[in-house]
């Protein structure tokens, strides 16, 4: 079923992590985040095969990391409409919904908008990490997934501050006590 992120967040069961992927036409890259919601750590990326292989894959990370959503990276265009790499990245959404025989759950999934992700990863091996154009090819889609998810993460962590705020603005009733 396709969530909004916070609708996503509240489903997770006590205990259950959100996958990032980055999905593209030759891999997936995969990132996980911790228990607690706070930071994503990029995991792998699964070369793409046939969609029943790439699903089984998927399903193995799943029960490996008690995955309860999953934030699927969607390439928006500059000015935010969606073109063919978004609409395929939609179809292998809707695809993998409809085998929950292969993942061995109802697939709960919100997208991110990751425009300009891969791009501020590579800019950064390149900068920060100084890293060589083999190994950011092999590292560059997981990391893209951490990115992506690590947006998501933070975006939920502003989400439950202004929240907090709210609260903490409606208890105060100007007398300084709780």
């Given at each position: 079923?396709?969530?909004?992120?916070?609708?996503?967040?509240?489903?997770?069961?006590?205990?259950?992590?959100?996958?990032?992927?980055?999905?593209?036409?030759?891999?997936?890259g995969?990132?996980?985040?911790?228990?607690?919601?706070?930071?994503?750590?990029?995991?792998?990326?699964?070369?793409?095969?046939?969609?029943?292989?790439?699903?089984?894959?998927?399903?193995?990370?799943?029960?490996?990391?008690?995955?309860?959503?999953?934030?699927?990276?969607?390439?928006?265009?500059?000015?935010?409409?969606?073109?063919?790499?978004?609409?395929?990245?939609?179809?292998?959404?809707?695809?993998?919904?409809?085998?929950?025989?292969?993942?061995?759950?109802?697939?709960?999934i919100?997208?991110?908008?990751?425009?300009?992700?891969t791009?501020?990863?590579?800019?950064?091996?390149?900068?920060?990490?100084?890293?060589?154009?083999?190994?950011?090819?092999?590292?560059?889609?997981?990391?893209?997934?951490?990115?992506?998810?690590?947006?998501?993460?933070?975006?939920?962590?502003?989400?439950?501050?202004?929240?907090?705020?709210?609260?903490?603005?409606?208890?105060?009733d100007?007398?300084?006590?709780?």
């Amino acid at each position: 079923m396709i969530h909004t992120l916070p609708e996503l967040a509240a489903r997770l069961g006590r205990g259950q992590r959100l996958l990032g992927l980055d999905v593209g036409t030759k891999t997936i890259g995969m990132a996980v985040a911790d228990p607690g919601l706070v930071v994503a750590s990029p995991i792998g990326t699964l070369r793409r095969t046939k969609f029943t292989q790439d699903a089984r894959e998927l399903a193995k990370t799943i029960r490996d990391y008690s995955i309860g959503g999953l934030v699927i990276g969607l390439p928006l265009n500059m000015d935010g409409s969606e073109g063919p790499r978004a609409e395929s990245t939609r179809a292998f959404a809707n695809n993998l919904m409809g085998r929950a025989d292969l993942l061995g759950w109802d697939a709960e999934i919100a997208f991110w908008d990751e425009r300009l992700s891969t791009s501020a990863v590579e800019r950064f091996m390149i900068g920060e990490a100084d890293m060589t154009r083999k190994r950011r090819d092999e590292v560059v889609d997981k990391m893209a997934a951490a990115y992506i998810l690590q947006g998501a993460l933070d975006a939920l962590a502003h989400r439950r501050r202004m929240e907090q705020q709210e609260r903490d603005d409606l208890d105060d009733d100007g007398d300084g006590e709780d």
